[in-house]
């Protein structure tokens, strides 16, 4: 991007409002069901049919839009969007346009890069100018010559989630993506699944002359997923600034994104909001939020996630990094906190206590997760509870088992469902520091290698230091693997440099 010229980008998204039943009547909302199976004469629009609200896609988008410190209107009214379109039988889209359910809201975003900068810095705040529900059309299959029509998701609840203007590089608007999708997901209002169509972005891009306010806006369509938006955004907003400096102007009209041409395609010219002849639903009426709904809303909000992260740096010491990785989903997050608060009872100071734990998380759980074929959203469902990991890392902090052992009672307590205490001490795995014991270990392990014994010692004898140094670890490996993991390191390096002395000496 050029630095005397300024691009404002806004975005559109739609997400699936995780209702049990369509926005304005009792058919199923559910993604991948038989084609044309969940459909009624309201969502199919027969004469007649009339529409009821669902409760609970109201409560739902109500705690999105709070999420989004959107202020929820005292009345919210609906309204019917006209168009043509063989994906929605209506020929009308109910949707809000006078007073939607949440306007005038923010959220922060961390800025682009910022990743591995001081904690607290490079924060983005975006504006949020609206909130308002709206029910999905069907979805169109292309087959061929021929167009086949699914209705499944017509009448599906939507929450359309409106910004500001106030991107200025796809990147930006990626980051907001992701945070969106994670805050969405958060709350269980959405699964955010952009492959399945579950969560929609549209942007509308335009670019000027640094300080010259916006330009001509252009719509693009189809960014289905957080890398396109910022792949189209950019593509869009070097196009427009090419356009200008050529001096030609930019046409108002809608572009879609190709992702196999890596560039944007105009779709049509646009139309202008008056077109859709908006008027008021004439079968719903205004739905009052009473205080106890109110209550309702505001008793569903969490922590969102970029304020956990931050948090979880603040509070935990953690790295940006580490604290975004554990913030990902919310269960995850609560079993980071969960775990490091048991550790900390089990008496792990606080710093080790949140340092081990993140580390733990961040290999042997995550591997067993993928190993499972589990994501982190659904870490309880592993069969490794945040109290038996405490115990792991309680285990290793306090000395009484190396960090080898430490991985075998992991696997035992997730393979087997034991508690790690009863694992090390039925099965002896505790470190051993008893003299005896780790001179046996020691002993029997030179015994075994007398070949590179004979060699460590000559090396000594001639002062070769990092021959020696190479063949002792060899030989404490094997001494410590000789007392099943359980001898203590430093006692058997001890024993195996007495042992390597004295036969050099006998040289
Ligand atoms: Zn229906």
């Known amino acids: 991007m050029r630095e005397d010229y300024q691009a404002f980008i806004g975005l559109e998204v739609h997400i699936h409002l995780l209702t049990a039943t369509k926005a304005f009547c009792s ?45 929820l209107s005292a009345e919210t009214r609906f309204e019917r969007k006209q168009y043509f379109y063989p994906d929605m039988p209506k020929n009308y889209q109910i949707s809000q346009f006078a007073s939607p359910l949440g306007v ?22 975006i504006r949020i100018k609206e909130c308002h529900l709206e029910e999905d059309a069907g979805k ?43 805050t969405v997901r958060y709350l269980g209002a959405c699964d955010g699944n952009m492959e399945e169509g579950s969560m929609r972005c549209d942007a509308n891009v335009s670019v000027n002359r640094r300080g010259a306010g916006l330009g001509q806006k252009v719509e693009i369509k189809n960014l289905n997923s957080s890398r396109f938006v910022r792949l189209g955004l950019d593509y869009e907003i070097a196009r427009q600034v090419e356009l200008v400096e050529g001096g030609g102007t930019v046409r108002q009209e809608t572009r879609l994104w190709n992702e196999n041409r890596d560039r944007t395609e105009v779709m049509r010219v646009k139309e202008d909001s008056h077109d859709y002849r908006f008027f008021p639903e004439p079968d719903l009426p205004a739905v009052g939020l009473d205080a106890a709904f109110l209550a309702e809303v505001e008793a569903a909000l969490v922590e969102p996630p970029f304020d956990r992260e931050r948090r979880l740096e603040a509070d935990y010491g953690l790295d940006r990094e580490r604290a975004s990785s554990i913030c990902e989903e919310r269960a995850f997050a609560d079993y980071y906190e969960a775990a490091v608060a048991e550790a900390r009872r089990l008496g792990v100071g606080a710093g080790p206590a949140a340092e081990r734990t993140a580390a733990w998380m961040a290999g042997d759980l995550r591997r067993a997760l993928r190993a499972a074929g589990l994501g982190a959203a659904e870490v309880g469902s592993l069969g490794m509870p945040a109290e038996r990991l405490a115990a792991v890392v309680a285990l290793v902090d306090s000395g009484r088992v190396s960090a080898t052992v430490a991985r075998k009672v992991f696997d035992a307590a997730l393979g087997e469902g034991v508690e790690p205490e009863d694992v ?36 000594l004898a001639a002062g070769d230091e990092g021959r020696v140094r190479r063949l002792s670890g060899y030989l404490v490996g094997k001494a410590i693997a000789a007392s099943g993991g359980t001898a203590d390191p430093s006692a058997v390096k001890a024993a195996v440099e007495a042992r390597l002395a004295a036969a050099s000496k006998a040289l």
Do not use: K
Request: net charge negative; hydrophobic share 45%.
């Open 104 to 125: 005038g809201g923010w959220v922060d975003v961390p800025a682009p890069g910022a990743s591995g900068t001081p904690r607290g810095a490079a924060i983005r705040r």
């Open 424 to 459: 090390v001490r039925e099965r002896g795995w505790e470190l051993v520091f008893d003299p005896a014991a780790i001179a046996a270990a020691a002993d029997a392990a030179l015994a075994a290698e007398g070949a590179a014994l004979a060699e460590a010692a000559a090396a």
């Open 140 to 182: 169109m299959i292309h087959s061929g010559d021929v167009t086949l029509v699914d209705y499944n998701r017509a009448g599906a609840p939507l929450l359309e989630i409106v910004t500001e203007p106030d991107f200025e590089t796809g990147a930006e608007a990626e980051a907001y993506l992701q945070q969106l999708r994670r």
């Open 27 to 71: 058919c199923r909302s559910a993604f991948g069901d038989e084609p044309n199976s969940n459909v009624c004469p309201v969502c199919m629009g027969y004469p007649g049919a009339m529409p009821a609200l669902n409760a609970e896609a109201l409560r739902i988008g109500a705690v999105v839009a709070r999420a989004l410190h959107c202020e």
